[in-house]
Every structure is written in structure tokens, then in C-alpha cells.
């Protein structure tokens, strides 16, 4: 099972930018696809990026479109979000978890890394 470790969240003005890294333990990293998932206050986790076991393919939601890239480098098991732009809406804990595993509901979490974006 892959462990997770999520990190580069902190507290940054509207129109802001961070840079969120999420290092992974396990051999088995570069066979999955990866998403970053965040959860608001009250509401339930969603997921914001996605990209493929090779990199080569990306998806996000459409609410950050064009303002969050997600990239990754599995000679470092690691898969990263740099959120740019940010909005008071993007306020969150930020979590990141393979896509299958996820889908299956047998994916453990990470403790996540906290964005605060004031307006």
C-alpha cells in the first residue's frame, strides 16, 4: 500500500500562488495514476487533478481549470500542484491518493496539507 505525505500548504492572499508536493512511499508509485483532492469545511472531498502513471495525461476540474497544474516525477515518488491565481474558494485541506485506489475505497489518507486563501 502507498504511504503518503503531503506538504506546501500555508496562508497566501487572493490571487496568490502555492506549490504542493506529495511524496509517496511505495514501489508501486509509478503504476498508478494520481489525483490531488481537497475537502472544505463541510463539504465533502473532491478532486481537483488527476495525471496518468506516466505524466502524459491530465485532468482537472473545471473550477480550477487553467489556474492548477499537476505534474509528477516518479524517479522521486513524488506528484506535485501548483496552484496559482488562488481564490478564497480554494480554501481546503489538501490531500493527494492514487485515482484506483480511491475509486475502490480501499485507499488510506495522508494528513493532508491546509491552503488558506484570504480575500
Known amino acids: 500500500q502507498v504511504q503518503l505525505m503531503e506538504s506546501g500548504g500555508g496562508l497566501v492572499q487572493a490571487g496568490g500562488s502555492l506549490s504542493l508536493s506529495c511524496a509517496a512511499s511505495?514501489?508501486?508509485?509509478?503504476?498508478?495514476?494520481m489525483g490531488w483532492y481537497r475537502q472544505a469545511p463541510g463539504k465533502q472531498r473532491e478532486l481537483v487533478a488527476a495525471?496518468?502513471?506516466?505524466?502524459?495525461?491530465?485532468n482537472y476540474a473545471d473550477s480550477v481549470k487553467g489556474r492548477f497544474t499537476i505534474s509528477r516525477d516518479n524517479a522521486k515518488n513524488t506528484v506535485y500542484l501548483q496552484m496559482n491565481s488562488l481564490k478564497p474558494e480554494d480554501t481546503a485541506v489538501y490531500y493527494c491518493?492514487?485515482?484506483?485506489?480511491?475509486?475502490?475505497?480501499?485507499?488510506?489518507w495522508g494528513r493532508g496539507t491546509q491552503v488558506t486563501v484570504s480575500s
Open positions: 511505495g514501489s508501486i508509485f509509478s503504476f498508478n495514476d
Open positions: 491518493n492514487a485515482v484506483r485506489a480511491v475509486v475502490a475505497g480501499t485507499s488510506s
Open positions: 495525471i496518468s502513471s506516466g505524466g502524459t495525461r491530465t
